[in-house]
């Protein structure tokens, strides 16, 4: 199997995207080593601006920026944009719809050895929460490229996240991409794996699995968790009755909630929530992280078996 | 308490730190190296000179506090406290491993001499003003040590707590930048720039000294200075040299935050040991 980051497709994607748009800009604030856009300032470096270790100044100097008809795209951790920049994210930017895109890199728990104080597990909550935002969730570095590519057509504010380490490459993942569809990856009937980012290729696997023990799942894969594509979530309900959502992020305010607050308007059925249990993380290495914190196939089968014991 | 200054003993000592700093990195192959190695002497100096503290008793009220608000460099804190006995040598292994209470950033429920939790730049100097400003409501009289990287006082929350400190004349609260002008992408000057500094700080109303901050004669004098400053805070602008002890890593941005390969550790021993 191959894996490549998906920050990497982030970068990849600006760089494709600044040979057409000439008002697209990068910021970043003191990581641009560490979020890939170094690689951006080294072939435009007089449309590169690093803000220092000030997160808060620069997305707001993003929407100046964009107010002024450029298009920023505003890069630093996850869980700085989020939580030391909230309030410019939700005033400067998300209110008056500026046309901000936020690169959000290192998100999740598998960002590893910094530890919980850097593991972003409430961005999606946070982000989703903001009217007039939208939030992309990519699976892979193909993807993630995607999400970049698409994000930039797209006008208005958009929340991209993206992991630290190297993720497995899902051809699966690789067809169109629009922002508010999801993408489809296998059929079933029994119960539905509803995945946002890297866990894509955790919920195929999960499929196999499931296969050998006789129970045909459905797999849809969302990599924009703001606006849920409601009617894929509620074709599932209707037609398989039994849903698992899975991220890498807290069961409280992302995807599983998200899932969870369309099914229980349109079509009432079991949602089981796999992520972190609202808890905060801790220093390790990526694969011991998501074994630990129950990010893995194997909780994805349990889910299974434990909702296909539940009378519907 | 005036402590007779030895300074082959601080220098054994740092050299000793240097060389646990290097292991704990390597081993746990993540962490930051750079910021460590170059703020060494400045907390040498503070725990084994300067601060009254009380390993046995981490939670005795008069102690003075240490306050890591440049949350990456935990190897130097945790392998200074680890020496001081607030906890086994041997949990230095543990550094950034699962179930460790060596955590990649200061966690201070879980280490015994970690005074706060940080990690987000910006964080560790208002938390120690508040707790600053707690022992001057109560009336009494240890301090407040906080360390910043220069890179880190670019966070606007910074310059709220250096207003708020002046507000209520905290010169309980004696701070250093760590001014290597290195940061994650480079030289500071040009990231971001800081100059001048000091009276940046003067005219946040805080006493500034500036020395260099690899001399310990230097730290030590400067935290006496500060000590007879009433009615301010002090800002030690400690000019160091971040990846300090190791030739190839001196002054090098690319030892910020990534560990050693193994010829690369093993030649940082050999150095730290052969005292170059
Ligand atoms: C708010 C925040 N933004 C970004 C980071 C990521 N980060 C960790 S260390 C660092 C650079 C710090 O440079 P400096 O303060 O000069 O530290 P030193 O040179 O002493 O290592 C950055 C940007 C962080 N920890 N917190
Ligand atoms: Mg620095």
């Known amino acids: 199997m191959e894996y490549k980051q998906t920050r990497m497709g982030y970068v990849h994607g600006l760089l494709e995207l600044a040979r057409s748009i000439p ?45 002024e008809g450029f298009l920023p795209f505003a890069s630093t951790f996850g869980v700085f944009a989020t939580c030391r920049a909230g309030d410019q994210m939700r005033n400067s930017v998300a209110y008056p719809k500026l046309n901000v895109k936020i690169g959000a890199t290192h998100c999740g728990i598998s960002t590893g050895g ?45 929340y991209l ?52 023990e006789g129970c045909d799942a459905r797999v849809i894969h969302m990599p924009t968790v703001k606006p849920i594509d409601r009617q894929a979530i509620v074709s599932a309900a209707c ?42 993380g801790e220093s390790g290495e990526s694969n011991e992280l998501l074994n630990k914190y129950g990010l893995r196939a194997a909780n994805i089968v349990n889910a299974a078996r434990q909702l296909l014991r539940m009378s519907i | ?30 962490g930051h190296l750079g910021g460590s190695l170059g703020a060494t002497d400045i907390v040498v100096a503070l725990y084994y000179h300067i601060m009254n503290h009380d390993a046995d008793n981490p939670q005795w009220a008069q102690r003075d506090r240490f306050i890591l608000s440049k949350g990456h460099c935990t190897p130097v804190i945790y392998a200074v406290l680890a020496d001081c006995s607030y906890f086994p040598t041997e949990d230095l292994k543990t550094f950034r491993r699962p179930g460790s209470h060596l955590q990649g950033h200061p966690f201070q429920p ?13 964080l560790g100097i208002s938390t120690g003003v508040g707790m600053a400003l707690a022992a001057k409501v109560r009336k009494e009289n240890h301090y407040y040590y906080i360390l910043c990287g220069d890179g880190e006082i670019q966070e606007g929350q910074v310059w709220e707590a250096a207003m708020f400190a002046n507000k209520y004349k905290l010169d309980n609260v004696i701070a250093f930048v760590d001014r290597n002008y290195l940061q994650t992408d480079g030289n500071s000057e040009v990231v971001m720039p800081l100059n001048p500094l000091k009276p940046k700080w003067e005219s946040f109303g805080w006493h500034v000294l500036e020395i260099d901050g690899n001399d310990f004669t230097q730290v030590i004098s400067a935290v006496e200075e500060a000590k007879k400053m009433k009615g301010k805070p002090s800002m ?41």
């Open chain 1, 239 to 280: 037609e398989t009755r039994r849903i698992i959502t899975v991220e890498e992020h807290s069961i409280i305010g992302g995807l599983g909630e998200a899932v969870a607050g369309v099914t229980a308007e349109v079509c009432p059925c079991y949602v089981l929530r796999v992520g972190v249990k609202d808890v905060f």
């Open chain 2, 1 to 30: 308490m005036t402590k007779e200054l030895d300074l082959s003993a601080l220098k054994a000592k740092s050299r000793k730190i240097r060389k646990e700093i290097v292991s704990m990195v390597y081993h746990a192959n993540s």
């Open chain 2, 110 to 122: 879980k280490t015994p001499g970690i005074e706060a939790s940080t990690g987000t730049l910006g």
């Open chain 1, 23 to 67: 008002e697209l800009v990068v910021l970043d604030a003191d990581v641009a080593k560490a979020t890939k856009t170094a690689e951006f300032e080294a072939v435009y470096p007089e449309r590169f601006f690093n803000c220092g270790v000030q997160e808060q100044n620069m997305l707001s100097v993003a929407a100046g920026l964009a107010l």
């Open chain 2, 236 to 276: 030690i602008i400690a000019r160091t040299v971040k990846g300090k002890g190791v030739s190839f890593m001196e002054n090098e941005a690319s030892w910020h935050g990534t560990p050693p390969k193994k010829e690369e550790y093993e030649r940082a021993i050999k150095e730290l040991n052969d005292g170059v």
């Open chain 1, 114 to 158: 910094d530890g919980a104080s850097h593991q972003s597990i409430e961005d999606i909550a946070i982000a989703r929460s903001f009217p007039n935002m939208t939030v992309l969730v990519p699976g892979d570095y193909e993807e993630a490229k995607q999400c970049t590519i698409a994000a930039a057509k797209f006008k208005g504010p958009v």
């Open chain 1, 161 to 212: 996240r993206f992991g630290r380490d190297a993720y497995p490459v899902v051809e699966e993942l690789h067809g169109k991409f629009e922002i508010g569809k999801a993408k489809f990856l296998k059929g079933g009937n029994e119960l539905t794996i509803i995945t946002t980012g890297i866990m894509a290729c955790e919920g195929l696997i999960a499929a196999e699995t499931l296969a050998k």
